[in-house]
């Protein structure tokens, strides 16, 4: 497994950004993905998550209604369409990948075993 992500970048505050992930080795049909987020000198926190099945989404307060997970029609690559973007938004986007379901975890960092290079969006004021 090796996620590869792309997007990000430095947008205005209220605008849209989509970040992409996609894995090099076997599709995300059968794993659970999750989004992640890390600001300087601030913990990496949970921010958006995918069930295996797709079925089921789940969000941070802090982004919901604003931030949309998917997967794409081939399965191997999972987005993150963010829109109305705030400055508190800047961070380095990471996804990540769990082999095990997370169950009622999929906020917990350490229930993922894969992650992504990381990206920068940057939201200006």
């Known amino acids: 497994v090796q996620l590869v992500q792309s997007g990000g970048g430095l947008v205005q505050a209220g605008g849209s950004l989509r970040l992409s992930c996609t894995n090099s080795?076997?599709?995300?049909?059968?794993?659970?993905m999750g989004w992640f987020r890390q600001a300087p000198g601030k913990e990496r926190e949970f921010v958006a998550a995918i069930s295996r099945s797709g079925d089921s989404t789940y969000y941070a307060d802090s982004v919901k209604g604003r931030f949309t997970i998917s997967r794409g029609n081939a399965k191997n690559t999972v987005y993150l369409q963010m829109n109305a973007l705030k400055p508190e938004d800047t961070a380095v986007y990471y996804c990540?990948?769990?082999?095990?379901?997370?169950?009622?975890?999929?906020?917990?960092?350490?229930?993922?075993?894969?992650w992504g290079q990381g990206t920068q969006v940057t939201v200006s004021s």
């Open positions: 080795g076997r599709t995300f049909g059968n794993y659970a």
């Open positions: 990540a990948l769990a082999r095990q379901d997370p169950g009622s975890y999929y906020h917990v960092p350490y229930k993922y075993d894969y």
